[in-house]
C-alpha cells in the first residue's frame, strides 16, 4: 500500500477540510503532516459548520483513525479546545485521534515572540497569524524544542523552564513586555494535563506498520504549496514544508510509499496576509469575489485578497508536488460572472515569462491575461456541469495535464461532484 496525499496549490484556504471530509470514507487512517493552529480547515455537514486547526478532518467519521504526525506544532490550549467541541458533538476522540510522540509543542512564549517579532517589522510584517508557529520551528531546527514525548518524562518542567528563560531574555532583548504571561502558563499548564487524555504514539512505526498492514492512509497538507519555506514568495510565507515531500518528513515515510497527489484549487485565488499576489483585485470585482465567496480566515477572520485565476502559479504547484489528481473548489462562486479572466504569463519589465522568479515577493508581476466565457447559471451535484464550467475545467486540464477528478459546488460535503470516479479514493 501506498499514502495518497492531498495539498493546497495556492496561499491555503483552497478548501481542503471539506475535501478531506468527502474523501475519508475510502480511508483508514487521515493524517496531518505539517503546520499549526494556523491552518483552519472548514467543514459543513447536516446543517452545522466545523473548524480545525490542528486536528486532521476525518474525525468526524467512525472506522477511521486520525494521526497529529511529527511535522505538526501544537499548541495545547488550541487543541483542548478543539477536543472539547467535539466532546459537545459526542465525538469520541479518544478512540480516533493520536498524536506523534515527536510532535513540538507551541509555548506560551512562542506565542509572545512571534507578537514580538511581528511588531519589530513594522511596515514589513509577513502577516503571521500569530500563533507562535515560527518562533517553535525555530526552536526545532535550532534544536531547543519541546516535543509531545516530553510531557511524560520526569524532567518535563526542568526542561520548559529551560526553553521559557530563554524566550524571556529574547523578549527583553525586543523591548517586548511579556504582560499576561502567568494566566497563559496556567492555562497551557492545564491544556497539557488534558490532551494526556489522547494516546500518544511512536508514529513513523505506527504508519509504517499500518501500511504493512494494507490501511490506506491519506496525508492532510495545511495552508498551500505557494507559501512552502523553500519553494513559496519568501519571506511571505509560512515555516514549513507544505509541498508533497514535506508528507515524507512530516510522517516518517519513504518517497518511494507516496501513491496519488491530490491538488487542491480554487476557481479563483485568494491570499491572507502580506505577499506577492499577481492577479489581485483591488476593484469592485474583487469585493464581489470576497462578498459571494465569503472569503474570510478561518482562523483569524481576516477578509481575504482576492483575484482571478493564476495558471502560472497553479502549474508550477503541480510540477513541485507531481500531482496526479487535481481538485477544483468554490466554482460556485464565479456563477454570476459573464466572463472570467485567466493568467497566463507574466510580464516583468516588458519582458514576459512563463515561470515564478527567484525573488519574486520583490518583483512587480504584471499578469497577462484571457478572458473565459461565465456560465451564469447555479451548479447541482446531481445536474451535468454547464458547457461553459466544461471548457474551463478542459482548458485548466490542458494547460496542467493533469485531470480534474472533483469539483466543489459549495461548503457542504453533499455539493461535491465526482468526475473520476475510478481514480478517487
Not at 7 to 22: N, T
Not at 56 to 66: A, D
Not at 120 to 132: F, H
Not at 214 to 242: C, M
Request: charged fraction near 25%; proline fraction near 4%; glycine fraction near 10%.
Amino acid at each position: 500500500m501506498q499514502v495518497d496525499v492531498l495539498l493546497g496549490m495556492q496561499w491555503g484556504d483552497e478548501g481542503k477540510g471539506k475535501i478531506v471530509d468527502v474523501l475519508t470514507p475510502n480511508y483508514d487512517i487521515i493524517a496531518r503532516f505539517q503546520g499549526g493552529p494556523n491552518a483552519g480547515h472548514t467543514l459543513e455537514f447536516d446543517g452545522k459548520k466545523f473548524v480545525l486547526h490542528t486536528i486532521p478532518s476525518g474525525i468526524f467519521h467512525e472506522g477511521t483513525m486520525n494521526l497529529i504526525g511529527n511535522g505538526v506544532v501544537i499548541d495545547p490550549v488550541t487543541l483542548r479546545k478543539e477536543i472539547q467541541n467535539l466532546i459537545e458533538q459526542g465525538v469520541p476522540y479518544t478512540e480516533r485521534l493520536l498524536i506523534s510522540q515527536k510532535a513540538h509543542l507551541i509555548l506560551p512564549t512562542h506565542r509572545l515572540l512571534d507578537a514580538a517579532s511581528e511588531a519589530a517589522k513594522g511596515k514589513d510584517k509577513i502577516g503571521s497569524t500569530l500563533k507562535g508557529i515560527g518562533p517553535t520551528y525555530m526552536d526545532k531546527t535550532g534544536r531547543n524544542g519541546l516535543r509531545i514525548g516530553d510531557i511524560e518524562s520526569g524532567d518535563f518542567q526542568q526542561k520548559y523552564q529551560a526553553l521559557k528563560e530563554k524566550h524571556l531574555q529574547m523578549l527583553e532583548r525586543l523591548n517586548f513586555n511579556p504582560e499576561g504571561l502567568a494566566e497563559m502558563e496556567k492555562e497551557w499548564m492545564d491544556a497539557i494535563e488534558f490532551i494526556q487524555t489522547v494516546p500518544f504514539v511512536n508514529s513513523e512505526y505506527y504508519i509504517n506498520n499500518a501500511l504493512k498492514d494494507g490501511k490506506r492512509i491519506l496525508a492532510e497538507g495545511a495552508q498551500g504549496s505557494l507559501l512552502d519555506i523553500d519553494f513559496g514568495s519568501y519571506p511571505f510565507v509560512t515555516s514549513s514544508n507544505t509541498v508533497c515531500a514535506g508528507a515524507c518528513t512530516g510522517l516518517g515515510i519513504a518517497p518511494n510509499k507516496i501513491g496519488e497527489v491530490y491538488g487542491i484549487f480554487k476557481a479563483y485565488c485568494t491570499r491572507v496576509g502580506s505577499g506577492p499576489f499577481p492577479t489581485e483585485l483591488f476593484d469592485a470585482t474583487g469585493q464581489r469575489l470576497r462578498d459571494i465567496g465569503h472569503e474570510y480566515g478561518a482562523t483569524t477572520g481576516r477578509p481575504r485578497r482576492c483575484g482571478w485565476l493564476d495558471m502560472v502559479a497553479l502549474k508550477y504547484a503541480v510540477m513541485l508536488n507531481g500531482v496526479t489528481k487535481l481538485i477544483m473548489t468554490k466554482a460556485d462562486v464565479l456563477n454570476e460572472f459573464e466572463t472570467i479572466e485567466v493568467a497566463t504569463s507574466y510580464a516583468i519589465d516588458g519582458k514576459e515569462t512563463l515561470e515564478l522568479p527567484f525573488d519574486h515577493a520583490n518583483q512587480t508581476l504584471t499578469p497577462v491575461t484571457k478572458k473565459v466565457k461565465g456560465w451564469e447559471t447555479e451548479l447541482s451535484a446531481n445536474d451535468p456541469l454547464p458547457a461553459a464550467l466544461e471548457d474551463y475545467i478542459s482548458y485548466i486540464e490542458a494547460e496542467t495535464e493533469c485531470t480534474i477528478s472533483i469539483v466543489s459546488l459549495g461548503p457542504d460535503r453533499t455539493q461535491t461532484l465526482i468526475r473520476d470516479q475510478q481514480h478517487v479514493g
